[in-house]
């Protein structure tokens, strides 16, 4: 079955920078479009950035040229760099893979940025 373990959350003050990493399993990695997802409390889950089988990529406007997303198909894993972070970067960060048009989720990794 479809699995997906996310990695990389923490404490982190405003300015700095993590990788958030999510390994997948259970399917044909390559071939399928992947995201990170990121939902604040009390906030509606928010599309973060995408990036396709293709190679095509997606961000949301809030976050870019700060945040990079990249995909390593030999390990099956997608990554998101994020720098200068903001305190309003604070979310669960949610990897989701998308295989012909169902979306499968991760438990998330929390993400706060405070200082």
């Known amino acids: 079955q479809v699995q997906l373990v996310e990695s990389g959350g923490g404490l982190v003050q405003p300015g700095g920078s993590l990788r958030l990493s999510c390994v997948a399993s259970?399917?044909?990695?390559?071939?399928?479009?992947m995201s990170w997802y990121r939902q604040a409390p009390g906030k509606e889950r928010e599309l973060v950035a995408d990036k396709s089988a293709s190679g095509g990529t997606n961000y949301a406007d809030s976050v870019k040229g700060r945040f990079t997303i990249s995909r390593d198909n030999a390990k099956n894993t997608i990554s998101l760099q994020m720098n200068s972070l903001k305190p309003e970067d604070t979310a669960m960060y949610y990897c989701?893979?998308?295989?012909w048009g169902k979306g499968y989720w991760g438990q998330g990794t929390q993400v706060t940025v405070s200082s």
């Open positions: 989701k893979a998308t295989i």
């Open positions: 259970g399917f044909t990695f390559s071939r399928y479009g």
